[in-house]
Each structure stands twice: as structure tokens, then as C-alpha cells.
């Protein structure tokens, strides 16, 4: 079922998400080194704010020729703050910089990759972050889940659940049924993104809009608007506690 939901969504998005360049370039393969920075920072400013806001600060540090993470480990923290301040939570994210900056510093000069626990180790770099970073700069085929990810799988399967089960387990169920292959999974993890910004948004769902309502049972189902948490409600269906195959089966 999720393959086929990838190739419904592949046939909508991205080319049609405003921000269908941004996301052409963190899914490219081979990436110069410019472009891996750029992605790499990108991770760090898009937390709590908008590709919009994102942008802003890509161009402030073009503009002050800090486009390395040399140049971005040696610039003053107070200037950074301010070249960041577009982003929002402008001095946490300066500091996250840093800390990113000095480990891929350390990365060139080993001339490998960082590992996820290493990554995990770096301030401001949580699951979604470090995998995002794996799978968009150095092709690694690992499924990213973000919040947008578990919203909308408790959507289209009517199971609140996702919300709150294990990272790792999510995880361990999209690869069963998406190809190993980073391209897939980093596009899997876009599409998503983009369907949750344009569609299936947090509070006012276009569900009449949705090419994904037949499949959706949270669409088939509600007839206001109703928040996330009221999706089992809405479903007005009984809960029995879920097994393992309860899971597997709703791939």
C-alpha cells in the first residue's frame, strides 16, 4: 500500500510545492560541496519555521561569504545570530551551527561520513535531523520520520498510535515497504512534507481536495474539521490494544 501511496504523491508533488527547487537539490545525488553545506545547514534552520525563512538566512550567508563550514566555524557567535535571525530561535540555532559546523570539519579530515550516533551527539541534531543529514548529504537509505510523517500516516490509517510509537519502529515499517534506496526514501520523506504544507494541513485538512481521500480512512470518515487527537473519536470505532501484525498489516 505505501509504495502505491509514494507514486500517488510522486504524480502531485513536488513539482507542484513552491519549494520544488529546495527539494530538488537536498535529493540530488553526487552533490558538490557547497551543495551538501547548504542542505546540511538546512536541516538546522527549517526546525520551527519555514523554507521562506530558511531561504533568508541561505542568502545572508552567501552574502557574508560564510558558504563552509570553516568560514562558519570561525565567524563570531554574535554574528551568527544575526545572519540567523530570519529562522527564528536565531541564538539556539547559532549554536547548533557551530556545533555542526566542527563536526563536519572533523568529517572532511577523516574523509568519512559522520555516524548517526555522532551526529545524535551534536547539539540541536534529534533522530529525524541526524537521518535527515544521512539520507541528503551523503545518500545513506534510511527512513526519516518527522512529525509530518506520523500525522499522516495516523490519518490514513485511523490509528492515533503513530503519533506516539517508537521512532525506530516507524522506521522499521517503512522499509519493509519502500526500496531500499535513499532517492526513495529522501523523496518518500519530501512528499510527505509537501502533501502536509499544501493538503493534509494540521488543523483544516482539505480532505474534498485530496487525491489520497479514497485511501484515507481519517478523510472517508470525519465530517468537520476536527484536530488530530480526535481521530479515533471520529472513527467511532472500539480500540483493541495493537500487535504486531495489527501494525504490519496497516502497510
Known amino acids: 500500500m505505501l509504495k502505491e501511496i ?16 529546495t527539494w530538488d537539490l537536498w535529493i540530488k545525488g553526487n552533490k558538490s560541496r557547497s551543495e551538501t553545506y547548504e542542505v546540511a545547514v538546512g536541516t538546522i534552520l527549517v526546525q520551527n519555521t519555514n523554507w521562506r525563512n530558511v531561504n533568508k538566512v541561505i542568502t545572508n ?42 563536526l563536519f570539519l572533523n568529517f ?23 537521518d535527515s543529514i544521512l539520507v541528503y548529504c551523503f545518500q545513506r537509505p534510511i527512513p526519516i520520520v518527522g512529525t ?9 490509517h485511523g490509528k492515533i498510535s503513530y503519533l506516539t510509537i517508537n521512532y525506530e519502529k516507524i522506521q522499521q515499517e517503512l522499509a519493509k ?10 523523496r518518500f520523506h519530501a512528499l510527505i512534507v509537501c502533501h502536509s504544507q499544501n493538503i493534509c494541513l494540521k488543523n483544516s485538512p482539505m480532505c474534498s481536495k485530496c487525491f489520497l481521500l479514497d485511501r484515507c480512512i481519517y478523510g472517508q470518515q470525519h465530517k468537520t474539521k476536527p484536530n488530530i487527537a480526535q481521530i479515533q473519536t471520529v472513527i467511532a470505532k472500539p480500540q483493541k490494544k495493537q500487535t504486531k501484525k495489527d501494525l504490519d498489516s496497516s502497510f
Open 148 to 156: 509530518y510523517t506520523r500525522r499522516f500516516l495516523a490519518r490514513l
Open 108 to 130: 572532511s579530515n577523516h574523509d568519512k561520513p559522520p555516524s548517526r550516533q555522532e551526529l545524535l551527539e551534536c547539539k540541536g541534531i534529534g533522530k529525524e535531523t541526524a
Open 177 to 186: 515497504h519502500l526500496e531500499d534506496d535513499f532517492e526513495v526514501l529522501g
Open 61 to 102: 550567508l552567501k552574502k557574508a561569504s560564510i558558504f563552509t563550514f570553516k568560514k562558519l566555524h570561525e565567524i563570531g557567535l554574535e554574528t551568527l545570530e544575526q545572519l540567523v535571525r530570519p529562522a527564528g530561535f536565531y541564538k539556539q540555532k547559532a549554536i547548533y551551527l557551530k556545533s555542526l559546523s566542527k
Open 6 to 21: 509514494y507514486n500517488q504523491l510522486n504524480g502531485h508533488f513536488i513539482r507542484l510545492d513552491p519549494h520544488a527547487e
